[in-house]
């Protein structure tokens, strides 16, 4: 469901606190967070508080794709379910024939495993603000090799510039979250994206197993990373344009990006030239696997107003 709202006397529960039925039946806007959540962000205003009652299709989109030539799994219809208030992204070992992706504009091959992936419709594109979730991995004692996420994405235009700020979940490792700035100009695939500097960081924050609320700020010149509500990372302009002097490894000095793009959520298998060094070894998985969203929330920069919210 899309709303359109401010903040104001909207209901916060904790985490783990349990919510009492008679008290749910009164007020279908509580939300489960963590101690001290408030919703309220200066600056930022609340335009999508997504509860998952419902697939909105007004709001969503079914990926049909899979990631690059990294993934082990293909994106199907089947691999995204919404039940009881939960998304549900999920892996499951069964043979997808090939067949045409809309997402990509071409033939797919035959996978031996299907995934996962929701994106904001078309006309729903996002530029600048604050995006939230509250989102649990797969159990670590079922999963070992999966990527589970929340992130923006645009590759297009002319010249194409590839824009993707991520949270990412590895089951490779278990206490950690991955937080990524990607760019790239005209690249063919993610190595030519080093030029323009790597920018990823594995970065301690306890059970990625556990329920989490993580959350991405994004402004035209900074990204904010943040994790049940502390500030994990931060990315400025100063840090990515090559003054005095490049970063180690990077070439070309870095936007912040400032293009429209999807915001995202997937849930996929590295293949296995790969699982070693990103994702995780796939031998303990257990299939299906699944990892849960109970939440998103759309926050505009109000100096930057959203389109068509």
């Known amino acids: 469901m899309i709303k359109t709202l401010t903040t104001k006397h909207l209901p916060i529960l904790p985490a783990g606190l349990v919510l009492l ?13 963590y101690p001290g959540y408030t919703g309220e962000y200066p600056g930022y205003t609340l335009k999508v508080d997504e509860r998952f009652d419902r697939l909105d299709k007004m709001l969503w989109r079914v990926g049909d794709g899979a990631v690059g030539h990294e993934s082990a799994c293909r994106f199907t219809p089947q691999g995204v379910q919404v039940e009881k208030g939960l998304l549900n992204l999920i892996v499951n070992q069964e043979k997808v024939p090939a067949s045409w992706s809309e997402d990509h504009q071409q033939e797919k091959r035959p996978y031996k495993y299907s995934c996962g ?7 729903k594109t996002i530029k600048y603000g604050r995006f939230e979730t509250r989102m649990k991995a797969p159990a670590r004692s079922a999963a070992s090799g999966y990527i589970s996420s929340l992130f923006t994405y645009t590759n297009s235009g002319s010249p194409r510039e590839w824009e993707e700020i ?22 063919p695939n993610w190595v030519a994206t080093r030029e323009w500097g790597a920018w990823e960081d594995k970065i301690e924050v306890g059970p990625i197993d556990d329920w989490r609320v993580f959350a991405i700020e994004w402004a035209p010149t900074f990204i904010k990373w943040y994790v049940d509500g502390k500030l994990v990372k931060t990315l400025d302009q100063s840090q990515l344009d090559c003054k005095p002097e490049c970063a180690p490894g990077q070439k070309k000095p870095t936007p912040i990006p400032d293009n429209l793009t999807s915001l995202m959520m997937n849930f996929w298998i590295p293949n296995d030239e790969i699982q070693d060094v990103f994702g995780g070894n796939k031998k303990h998985n257990t299939y299906p696997m699944v990892t849960q ?12 107003p959203l389109a068509n919210y």
């Open 21 to 33: 039925a008679s008290y749910h039946a009164q007020s279908e806007n509580a939300l489960i967070a």
């Open 117 to 123: 992936e929701l994106r904001t419709a078309p006309t």
């Open 293 to 304: 969203y109970d939440w998103i929330r759309i926050y505009q920069l109000d100096s930057a």
């Open 166 to 187: 991520d949270v990412e979940l590895e089951g490779g490792r278990p206490d950690k979250l991955q937080a990524n700035l990607i760019y790239g100009l005209d690249t």
